[in-house]
């Protein structure tokens, strides 16, 4: 049967997930998880937790589901340790370097890739499981088809969403919350500007980034078909009612084979609901996914009171177990107990006394060691044996069943023995380089100008498609001595991936010896036609030990992640060549949902929409392969006249990112990087190189 995994963002919660039959929960301890926001776990609250669960057979993973910065990576891997020496089942991580420390330095606890880690095909899940992951947990966008295919396929347990919030953006690839507010969703602090109102098309009542909560109750028997092994809730920032509502439905909807009834749907959508439930990733339909959340009412109020008192007043978790007890003429009473794990607990209790009246019986005894109420035990089988002629009170007896119990669950809540080394050394930093190379990516044919040519970047990224269709553009590039580069799309599901093997196999064909990837997943389709692989920003390098991992896979260089500020960029080990975004629009979201067919009302893909927020900030929308959306800042980045501050970085390239400029604002721009003129923006950002994230 597939595992049941629920949300616990406070020690309550794991009460109500637990009571109402998960499997497992997952929970974050302080810093280092997506939910910063939650209440997480002090210490104390954690081994509390975890021998809570694991006294009652319930699994108990930990996020460590953030990106880590150098400085940090020692106290990530204290945390780790902590949670794998105290008993955790295994940890849910996002960062690359975090991955290659931990399975170094905690090798035997098990790691699980955090949906952040964007795994959207089956090489993506492939690559994971190549860096020692035992489970991947697959973007929540993804079809039944999809997740079937990969399920089928896979070397290593999936995991899918069956239930919670819709992030409008692929997971791990949302920079919204960190360029407009400093609040990064990759390290936990995700403000949800996604909730928030816009205008599209002048409406801005709108809310067309907040979609529906998942609800894929009804659909576990196909999960279950398709070799899903696990199914995810999702709500650590909820309260421990809606953990205990959900969690009980989609139990018992799994353990017995059925659907769920009108009434338990109601009960979810009483839970949390934005205006009903969607399964449109799920069915591929996705065109009535947007509601918003409305507040529980008073009725509502009555049903969490309701549902709190019964998973707070008792035990409804019981672990079946075996008593057998011998009470004999001179010897200690003894007794045993097991339970169908294979721990096992010895206890003994006083010598019997002669009986001046009636003496205990088998079945005395039996009925006795039988009263396991209160606990999280269920006695299903007892078997009891006394000579005749003693005596013994009800009182040692009783005594003698708590010590079992209490010896069987420190038995059951006893964390396995893992071995534990120390963090290891970063990697070697390459000797800096004195000039970076410059580097242009364009986005449209209109943007492969002569003119933008005759100013010799060393090297020219194209989208695969278009470099494809239009090599005549790019040409002239090349006769001046650039370096061709084909972008691979941000998001490539596996019903796709020919479409890009065909662009990259013709792109190949044509000369292009080098893609740029953003997504594990991607390197494969790169390295299928022969082409070697640069490293784009969706892989979200953040740290020395992620730059080493693509170091190690074989990447030319990579794109340290613009989260970064300049002082930690360059205090990172460069085990390769790397490089920074210095000038454009940096992407904020790339989504499944067409924004610009909501605006125009029909298919307009080849006009940008925009999005407008309160402050009246305007937000361009671009077509992506797929047709999926990306929504880019309202303001350019901007750079060049930090020269000093870039070459100090040990930086080995310079990207300027084009994607809504024309062919002259293009050249206009690469002039002034080059010192030839001196245009500057009429708004402009730093980006996050001065200020950094939370």
């Not at 081994?47 to 400085?71: H, P, S």
């Not at 990530?76 to 295994?90: I, K, Q, V, Y």
């Not at 993506?124 to 020692?132: F, N, T």
Request: one cysteine or more.
């Amino acid at each position: 049967m597939m595992e049941l995994l629920s949300p616990a963002g406070s020690p309550e919660a794991v009460i109500a997930a637990v009571q109402n039959g998960a499997d497992a929960v997952y929970l974050g301890l302080e810093g280092f998880n997506a939910r910063r926001g939650a209440k997480n776990f002090t210490t104390e609250e954690f081994e509390k937790a975890v021998r809570y669960c694991r006294v009652r057979g319930c699994k108990v993973y930990v996020t460590l589901n953030t990106l880590i910065g150098d400085r940090e990576m020692e106290n990530a891997l204290a945390a780790a340790r902590l949670a794998s020496d105290l008993g955790a089942h295994g940890l849910i991580v996002q960062d690359l370097g975090l991955v290659k420390v931990l399975r170094q330095a905690l090798p035997d606890i098990p790691l699980h890739a955090s949906t952040q880690m964007s795994l959207h095909n089956l090489a993506g899940v492939e690559a994971a499981a190549e860096l020692g992951v035992t489970r991947a947990v697959l973007a929540r966008e993804l079809s039944l088809e999809q997740i079937r295919f990969i399920s089928a396929h896979a070397s290593i347990e999936t995991e899918v969403f069956v239930h919670g919030a819709l992030c409008f953006c692929h997971s791990g690839q949302c920079y919204m919350s960190s360029l407009i507010g400093r609040r990064s969703g990759n390290r936990g602090m995700c403000a949800q500007p996604c909730r928030m109102q816009y205008s599209l098309g002048g409406r801005m009542d709108d809310y067309p980034l907040s979609l529906k909560d998942n609800c894929l109750v009804d659909q576990l028997a196909r999960l279950e078909d398709a070799g899903v092994a696990c199914l995810k809730i999702e709500g650590r920032m909820r309260r421990p009612e809606y953990t205990a509502i959900v969690t009980g439905i989609y139990s018992k909807a799994l353990k017995e084979r059925r659907v769920p009834t009108k009434e338990e749907m109601e009960l979810l959508e009483t839970a949390f609901s934005r205006q009903g439930f969607t399964q449109g990733y799920f069915t591929g339909d996705k065109k009535d996914m947007f509601g918003v959340r409305s507040e529980p009412d008073q009725d509502a109020e009555k049903v969490f009171a309701t549902v709190r008192k019964a998973y707070a007043d008792g035990e409804l978790r019981r672990v079946p177990i075996h008593f057998y007890t011998v009470a004999e003429k001179g010897e200690h009473i003894r007794a045993i107990a097991f339970d169908e794990d294979g721990n096992r607990a010895v206890a003994a209790g006083p010598v019997p006394e002669r009986a001046k009246r009636q003496g205990i019986t088998d079945g005395y005894l039996t009925e006795q060691m039988f009263k396991t109420g209160g606990t999280p035990y269920n006695c299903v089988e007892n078997r009891a044996k006394a000579d005749p002629g003693l005596y013994l009170p009800a009182a040692e007896i009783n005594e003698l069943r708590r010590k079992l119990v209490s010896q069987l669950s420190d038995r059951r809540a006893a964390p396995p023995k893992r071995r534990s080394f120390r963090l290891p050394a970063p990697p070697q930093n390459r000797p800096p380089i004195a000039d970076p190379k410059l580097i242009f990516q364009v986005l449209t044919e209109d943007q492969l100008s002569p003119g933008l040519a005759e100013l010799k970047p060393d090297y020219l990224y194209v989208p695969a498609q278009l470099l494809a269709q239009r090599f005549d553009l790019v040409q002239p590039f090349v006769d001046n001595g650039t370096v061709p580069v084909a972008v691979l799309p941000r998001v490539v599901t596996d019903d796709q991936a020919k479409e890009v093997y065909a662009a990259l196999g013709r792109a190949f064909d044509l000369g292009v010896n080098e893609a740029l990837a953003g997504n594990l997943g991607h390197v494969f389709m790169a390295k299928g036609v022969g082409m070697k692989v640069r490293g784009d920003f969706g892989l979200n390098a953040f740290n020395s030990y992620s730059l080493e991992v693509l170091n190690q896979a074989g990447f030319l260089s990579a794109t340290a992640s613009f989260e970064l500020r300049l002082s930690q960029i360059k205090a990172m080990r460069k085990p390769l060549d790397t490089e920074i975004i210095v000038y454009g629009r940096l992407p904020l979201m790339v989504s499944d949902q067409c924004i610009i067919r909501q605006s125009a009302g029909r298919c307009a893909c080849q006009t940008p929409g925009q999005l407008a927020d309160r402050m009246g900030s305007v937000f361009p929308v671009v077509k992506e392969f797929g047709c999926r959306n990306v929504i880019y800042n309202a303001h350019k980045l901007y750079l060049a006249d930090k020269r000093e501050d870039l070459f100090s970085t040990g930086l080995w390239g310079l990207r300027l990112l084009f994607s809504t400029e024309s062919a002259r604002e293009c050249v206009e721009v690469a002039r002034g990087q080059l010192g030839l003129s001196d245009y500057r923006p009429n708004v402009l950002t730093r980006g996050l190189y001065y200020r950094g994230v939370e």
